[in-house]
Every structure is written in C-alpha cells, then in structure tokens.
C-alpha cells in the first residue's frame, strides 16, 4: 500500500508511463483497471482513504512485491489510475 502524498512520488512512473499506451477503465468503486495495450496485460488498482489520507496498491509486481525483500512503489498503473480519476473530477466540477 502506498500513500500519495505529493507528485513527486509520481516522476519515474510518469517517464514509464508515457513510453506505453496504458488504458484506464473503472472496474467499480474505488477500483481501476487499466490495461498496457502493447502487452495484453492487466491490472487492478485500488485506492482507499484512511484517517484523510489516501492510498493506493496495484496488483503488479511493482506495486505489490511477491518477490524477495522489496517494498512497493509508486507503477506507472496507479499514474494512470491517479490521472484518470483527477480528469474525471475535473469534468465533473466544469459541469457544474
């Protein structure tokens, strides 16, 4: 699980990020899939706030090491995500 705090956490997923064409959908509440389309690949990213602070894991190996002494980090899925869902936010408040 990892906390988002400011968008310097963001900078090496932004640079990953925008070397692939990544697809973001929601999958239902406070959960995102998002799709590398060159790899056929998939994952979940979820986000959820605890005591007014938000965080977010993803199922990618990145995101949620299985192997040896890693700790997560910020993947270029949970950039995705985090734009998607700040552009959803923004359309919503032009609208009204």
Request: aromatic share 8%; proline share 3%; net charge positive.
């Amino acid at each position: 699980m990892i906390q988002i705090q400011r968008r310097e956490q963001f900078t090496k997923a932004a640079e990953r990020a925008s070397k692939e064409k990544l697809s973001v959908r929601r999958y239902e509440p406070h959960v995102y899939e998002v799709t590398n389309k060159a790899k056929a690949h998939t994952y979940l990213v979820r986000f959820e706030q605890r005591h007014g602070q938000v965080f977010g894991t993803c199922t990618c190996e990145a995101g949620t090491p299985t192997r040896g002494k890693r700790v997560p980090m910020v993947c270029k899925h949970l950039f995705a995500a985090v734009l998607f869902v700040r552009a959803v936010r923004q359309m919503r408040q032009a609208a009204h």
